[in-house]
């Protein structure tokens, strides 16, 4: 049964560029529900742990190195369906692929540098929003 949170992460690339106010409106605007939310920045051996479901794929060195390479903004998103909605609104990883009007489309750089976090299950969503944040910094 699906829950209703889903994680993200607006990545370097795009804080980097001021599109944290854009991303966010975007995420209000489909209707969820931010429940907690952190300005930070992950170290090595936090990307490395957060990512290593891809140690064996071979672009997990260059995603770690990237994943840490500036600051970021953790989110516990909350709708009904979470996961598969916000799946819809960031659109393919890779932004060449991205439907129009997805936050991929409109803010990824590249197929790494793509802008957005999203998690792909409900079970990896409470994995990762767990990994962020402790049960006093979520206010649903
Ligand atoms: O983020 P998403 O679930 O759409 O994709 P993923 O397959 O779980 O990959 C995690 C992240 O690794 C992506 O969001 C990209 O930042 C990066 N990646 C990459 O650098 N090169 C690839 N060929 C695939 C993914
Ligand atoms: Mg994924």
């Known amino acids: 049964m699906a829950t209703n949170r ?3 992460m607006i990545k370097p690339d795009a804080v980097e560029k001021n599109y944290i ?3 966010l409106k975007m995420i209000n605007e489909d209707g969820f529900k931010i429940v907690a939310m952190k300005y930070t920045k992950l170290s ?4 490395s742990a ?3 479901v891809h140690k064996e794929r071979p672009f997990y ?3 770690v190195d990237y994943m840490s390479s500036g600051p970021i903004v953790a989110a516990i998103l909350e709708k009904e369906n979470a996961v598969e909605d916000f799946r819809k609104l960031i659109g393919s990883t890779n932004p060449a692929d991205a439907a129009e ?3 991929r489309k409109i803010y990824a750089a590249s197929i790494q540098a793509n802008a957005v976090h999203g998690s792909d299950s409900d079970e990896n969503a409470k994995i990762e929003g767990d990994f962020h944040f402790k ?3 979520i206010f649903a």
Do not use: C, D, P, V
């Open 21 to 23: 106010g854009g991303i």
């Open 101 to 103: 009007g997805t936050i």
């Open 50 to 52: 957060f990512y290593e």
């Open 61 to 63: 060195g260059e995603l």
């Open 135 to 137: 049960a006093t910094e």
């Open 6 to 8: 889903t994680f993200t």
């Open 44 to 47: 090595k051996e936090q990307a």
